[in-house]
């Protein structure tokens, strides 16, 4: 019988226990401010936006926060990111995707000090991951990595296979699993024969993009399914990359969608904000 991986719970936890940290950190005079920056009215960004706020809440780091006009232009977000860089009350800068046309959104990451990277998207902290160094990990791949720990399923020698190959989850997330000492395949779309090479996972991370594209026939008996695609179907019920009826009869653990690595992601975002404070 399949085990369904409880997102919602274990992110619960882990925000339950950076409580108690932050207060510590509260109780020994130091506090943790994480600037959110949100540019336009992308409903589905301001929705992001509020439950970043919410969680900070939560724990106990002031956010602050900044909501600017569609019409802010690169320099002044530019100017303002440098203010932010330099003010000692706010440990983790977060700038809301995607942005407006008229921004380059790769200069915008690229101004953010690595010191305050809290989503870990600046070259200096992929670079960091990539060669076993300390730095910011992107957040739904980090919380893909809680969740299978957390779950007490083994990584190390383990046949893993993540399929997608993104900046924010494909590519960090093999480099987690590899740090984990799993044996690492990464599938994309130009990938051959992608049934048989996902057949032959023990644990099997999707990152496609593609609603209910991942079938029982991509499964190998008893394999663990991480599903961290999200979509929002015609009947307005949400669904992942994996059509999770037809795997669930041939799985040892899964991840729902909703409640799976959803979740995770905030969880990680704010275990980075608390990271930050040893970070600089
Ligand atoms: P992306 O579009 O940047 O990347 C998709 C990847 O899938 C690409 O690397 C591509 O090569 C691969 N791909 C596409 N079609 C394929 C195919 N037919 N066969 C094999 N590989 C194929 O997407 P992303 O940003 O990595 O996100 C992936 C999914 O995860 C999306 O559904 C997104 O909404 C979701 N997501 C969820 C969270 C979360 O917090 N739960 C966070 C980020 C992304």
Redesign the pocket.
């Known amino acids: 019988m399949a085990e369904i991986i409880d997102g919602k719970a274990i992110s619960t936890q882990i925000k339950d226990e950076l409580k108690t940290k932050v207060s510590e950190l509260k109780a020994s005079g130091k506090s943790i401010g994480l600037a959110v920056i949100l540019v336009g009215n992308d409903p589905a960004s301001a929705v992001y936006v509020r439950n970043k706020k919410k969680a900070c809440e939560y724990i106990g780091i002031e956010s602050l926060s900044y909501e600017l006009p569609e019409e802010t232009t690169e320099d002044e977000l530019l100017k303002l990111i440098d203010e932010l860089n330099n003010k000692n009350n706010v440990n983790g800068i977060l700038v809301q995707l995607p942005l407006p046309k008229h921004i380059n959104e790769e200069r915008v990451l690229d101004a953010i000090s690595p010191l305050k990277d809290v989503d870990g998207f600046h070259p200096v902290n992929v670079g960091a991951l990539s060669i076993g160094r300390k730095g910011f990990v992107s957040c739904?791949p980090a919380g893909v990595i809680e969740l299978l720990k957390r779950s007490g399923i083994e990584i190390e020698g383990k046949e893993c296979v993540v399929?997608?190959?993104?900046n924010?989850?494909?590519k960090p997330m093999a480099q987690l699993l590899l740090r984990e000492n799993g044996t690492v395949t990464i599938?994309?779309?130009r990938?051959k024969n992608?049934k048989e090479v996902c057949r032959r996972a023990d644990i099997l991370v999707v990152?496609?993009?593609?609603p209910k594209?991942i079938d029982s026939e991509y499964i190998k008996e008893g394999a663990v399914v991480i599903d961290?695609?999200?979509?929002r179907q015609e009947d307005n019920k949400l669904c992942g990359?994996v059509d999770y009826d037809d795997v669930f009869p041939h799985v040892s653990y899964i991840t729902p969608v909703p409640g799976g690595?959803?979740p995770m992601?905030i969880a990680m975002l704010m275990n980075n904000c608390v990271k930050s404070i040893s970070l600089q």
């Open positions: 739904t399929i997608g190959r993104s924010i989850v494909g599938a994309h779309s990938t992608l990152a496609i993009g593609k594209f961290v695609g999200i979509h990359d690595v959803g992601t």
